[in-house]
């Protein structure tokens, strides 16, 4: 097991290859930003629980979307149609974060991989642009919502929360369809689920992940303020 120290002056991560059967890559090191960004340029995020050291993962398989193959059901089709829901980018980052680490009945003690140490890091990330939050509004409750890591043209997606049928769902089909405007072209799922399988999610070999994440960092980053077009074409 490759052990990274905290406080280091570099951020190395060891090749993804030698990531166990489960895909654990390293442990240790810190949250700082720099580490942050260089985990996921190279494919490796982290996940633990409270009172567990740091862990990086780099899974085989990875899921993935790519956003011209998004799966929209009928009935979830039919919810986008009715105009229910606004939703908004980037309007209540810390929110959405506190509301994904709400918790999960999934989870063991009913509790939550995303840990004070985490929030706060990726409250980081998003004060310097780079992570960004898609909120879910029925009349002025939040009510659903995600968040994730921007790099080049590649999105990589963290949680998700909903509190109103399909909620979520708006959420992420509303960012698939305007990152795929904006011209990304890699959308970083983790972990294969159910759930991600009907929105069009697929699992693939790492090393199909990595070349995709290669041509996806190779894009220039957004640099505009993130902003729905007026007009979603959604469905």
């Known amino acids: 097991m490759f052990v990274l120290k905290p406080n280091a002056n570099h951020f190395r991560f060891p090749p993804v290859e030698l990531a166990s059967r489960e895909g654990l890559l390293a442990v240790g090191g810190d949250l700082r930003p720099e580490r942050l960004l260089e ?57 959405v974060v506190q509301a994904c680490a709400g918790p999960r009945r999934k989870h063991p003690d009913g509790g939550t991989w995303i840990t004070r140490a985490m929030r706060a890091a990726y ?31 590649a999105f990589f997606g963290e949680s998700m929360f909903s509190h109103a049928p399909d909620a979520s769902k708006v959420a992420f089909v509303r960012l698939v369809r305007q990152l795929e405007r904006w011209g990304y072209t890699l959308i970083d799922c983790q972990l294969p689920s159910a759930h991600l399988a009907r929105l069009g999610a697929e699992a693939i070999a790492r090393a199909d992940y990595l070349a995709l994440l290669a041509l996806a960092l190779a894009r220039p980053a957004r640099e505009n303020p993130w902003r729905f077009d007026s007009d979603p074409a959604i469905v």
């Open 39 to 95: 985990a996921y340029s190279r494919g490796i995020f982290p996940w633990y629980n409270e009172g567990q050291p740091i862990l990086w993962w780099s899974p085989d398989p990875r899921a993935v979307l790519l956003p011209g193959r998004l799966k929209i059901a009928r009935s979830l089709r039919k919810t986008l149609r009715s105009g229910k829901f606004r939703v908004t980018f980037d309007e209540r980052f810390d929110e």
């Open 123 to 153: 409250g980081k990330l998003h004060r310097q642009g780079y992570a960004h939050s898609v909120e879910t509004w029925h009349d002025e409750l939040l009510v659903g919502g995600l968040y994730g890591v921007a790099l080049g043209g």
